[in-house]
C-alpha cells in the first residue's frame, strides 16, 4: 500500500496501524531524513519489515510523475492507495510549475498520482483509493473562473475549496471505477493535534497551535476512518462514499454536484497537461 504524507500526524498512524496488520506499507515524504527515521521507528514498533519510503515534494506535478515511475517499475502490488498530504497556507504560494499551493498539494496530487497509478491499483484486484478531505469541504465553494486564487486569495476558503475538490474527484473518480474491483472513497479525519498548518507564522500559527493543543483529537483518533476504510472486508465494494469516524455520513450538496464534478476533472486533466 501506498501512503502519502506518512511521516506525521494521521499519515504516520495509519501507516504503523497498517503495518502492525501486515501491511507491505511505502509511505511518501518530502525530508528524507524524516522518512528514514519513521520507516525505522514503524519497523521497530511493528516488527514488519516490509516498510518503506520514497522521497517527492507533491506540490510539484513532475515529483509526482517520478513518484509513481518509481512505484510502477517496482513490482510490489498496489492494493491500497491513501491520499493523505496537504496542507493550508494563509498567503498565497507558487510552487516553481506556476501553481497555487494549496491547489497543487492538495488536490492536484491527489488527481495525477491517483490516475497514473490507478491500472495498477486495478490489477491487485478489489483496490481501494483513500481520499483523505475534511468536514470543512463543506464550507467550500469551487470558484471556476479563479480556482487558484491568482485574483484574490485567502487562505481558508483556498483550503475549504481544495477539501471540496478531494470529495469531488473522489466521486467523480468512482463513477469512472463502476464495473471494476476497484473503489475510492473520501473522509473527514476530524481536527487533529498535529503539526498540520504549522508553517503559517504569526496570528494564523499561533492559533492552529492554540486550537490543537485545546480541541484537536489525537492523530490515532484521527487515523481511526483511514483504516476502516483501508481493512475492513464489509467495505469491499463500497465507493463513492464519505466517511466520518468510520461511519458514512452525507457530503456535501456541492460535492454531489455531477455537472461540477465533471468540470473539476476536465480542468484538472487541464492543468495536468500544461505541467510538462
Known sequence: ?????????????????LAVRGANVTLVGRNEQKCIDTVAIIKNTTGNPNISHELADLSLLRDVRELAERLLADPTPIDILVNNAGGYYQKRQQTD???E????????????LTNLLLERVHEAGQGRIINVASGVHKMGKLNFSDPQGR????????YCQSKLMNVMFTNALARRLEGTATTANSLHPGFVASKFGHNNTGFVGLMMRMS???MAISPQAGAKTSVHLATDPELAATSGLYFEKSRETASSQDSLNVEAQERLWKLSEEVAASIA
Open 151 to 158: 485574483v484574490s486569495y485567502k487562505g481558508w476558503p483556498a
Open 101 to 112: 499551493q494549496t491547489f497543487a498539494l492538495n488536490h492536484m496530487a491527489y488527481f495525477v
Open 97 to 99: 510549475e506556476g501553481l
Open 212 to 214: 490543537q493543543a485545546v
Open 1 to 17: 500500500m501506498i501512503i502519502t504524507g506518512g511521516t506525521d500526524g494521521i499519515g504516520f498512524v495509519t501507516a504503523e496501524e
